[in-house]
């Protein structure tokens, strides 16, 4: 008998189109950064994560950021555990989504689940070539922040291109909200692999947690 059993968490993936949902599910998920662009309309992965000495099977749905698909990317939602509302930290637009869209979305579908705000791309905030083409300021870490307090929801950067790490965290942080661990119960592994790790996001990951821990997480269903 398995006295240690798994915990089953489905993280549903949602952002703007092309602001990164899909390479930071397969950095995550199968180690590889993706070449080129391929629009998502719905793509299933899977992946664990051991947290203290709990293993957690992670069922992650990534999902089509285009208007075009605004009727079936609800069918994604149900019994998802947490929500991760992506967005390009070099697209102040997508930011202005999280309220327009995204959050309207998600309290209408699933409303008692839990939700991430994380910043995608943030290699690019301080690309000079983003910076002098792009015609706009990339978000900075307090906006990002600030959107963060208005849902409620912790927030957490990442570069799926330069720092495997950082998304690793996301999922660390994501898998707390589905466990709903104390945080004393918690040590805060650091990653096993270490990549061109780039300064990504201000505070540090348990404080990340700490911040997380201050509201009730959907407790996923032990399998
Ligand atoms: N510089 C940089 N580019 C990234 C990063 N993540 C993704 N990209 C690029 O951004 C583009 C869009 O990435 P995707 O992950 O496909 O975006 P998506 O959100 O899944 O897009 P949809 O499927 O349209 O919803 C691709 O050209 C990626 O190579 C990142 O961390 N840094």
Redesign the pocket.
Known sequence: MDLNPSIKCKIV?V?????????????FAKDS?????????FENYTASFEIDTQRVELRLW?????AYYDNVRPLSYPDADAVLI?F?I?RPDTLDSVLKKWKGEIQEFCPNTKMLLVG?????RT?LF?KSNSGHTPVSYDQGSNMAKQISAPYIE??????ENSVRDIFHVATLACVNKSNKNVKCNKPSRSTKRISHSRPDLPTVVSDFQKTKAKTCAVM
Do not use: H, M, R
């Open positions: 993936v952002g703007d189109s092309e602001c990164g949902k899909t390479a930071l599910l397969n950095v950064f993706p070449e080129g662009y391929i629009p998502t309309v990534d999902t089509s950021g285009s992506c390009d070099s995608c791309k943030s290699d690019l690309d983003t990442c570069s799926s291109l330069q720092s």
